[in-house]
């Protein structure tokens, strides 16, 4: 595994990469992992999955500042990069790429990727500039790393949206695909920020994998809408004394348009997306429904 914190390294270590690859009689195809570091399962998963499908895997640490706003917690974002590289030699990664700030971002930039419409809802609403962070350091990588195949988790249901939107509308010549949401044992959707959950908060947030979790039992009954679903949902949180309701949506997927009206059968795909704070902690969970 080789370990790129330059720009010149890494594309040197994928240079390497795809030659041995070629050489093995291997198409030298490129999988990538975008992740923010302090990896856990769900990440590794997604290496798993690049591992299965690309001769050369290829995992990006990164804590992107252009995607936290100003009250957020970039500067106390878990890190821990021993940990994160014995993981990704654990699933068998090829490169990783772990750039300084200055290193992604050496002059003041200029240059913003802004995606419309997808990104005014739900965690774009709440988290304004958040996408166009993710948009601008996501084709950033895809230029630097020029991927076959990018693997993102559906826990960001609407990153995967955006993401996809983005490759279409730019050409990026990457398939974007989507990868099902890892779970602690208990239900709760395993994330990075977990971390900063309390024990008793911790506990609570169970609420969220709880409600999401009724949801097929709920499709079942007659006249059950997207509202319908949504107001469930948002009760059933309201158990939850810490639980504090950030966003709770039914929107249509991948077009992210309300969808109120929605009923079993429809033939659109609902996505159910909710954010709620215990504490200072933000979590995200949702369920597709397809
Ligand atoms: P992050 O480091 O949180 O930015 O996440 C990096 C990638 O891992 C994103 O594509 C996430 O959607 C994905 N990811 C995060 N949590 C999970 C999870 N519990 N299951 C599957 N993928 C995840």
Redesign the pocket.
Known sequence: MIVATTIEQLRDALAAGKKAATGRGGKGEVGL???????????A??LQRARLENDVVALS?FVNPLQFGPNEDFARYPRDAERDLAIARKEGTDVVFMPDVTVMYPRPSQTTVSVSGLTESLCGASRPGHFDGVATVVSKLFHLFDPDRA??????AQ??AVVRQMTDDLNFRVRIVP?????EPDGL?????NVYLSPEEREQALVLSRALGRVDGWLAEPGITGARLRERIVDTIGTAPLAVVDYVEAVTYPGLLPAGDWQPGDGTPLLLALAVKFGRTRLIDNKLIE
């Open positions: 992992v975008p992740t923010m570091g302090y990896l856990h399962e769900g990440h998963s997604l640490i693997y993102f988790g559906m826990k960001d990153q995967v990868c099902p949401t890892l779970r959707a395993m994330s990075s920020r």
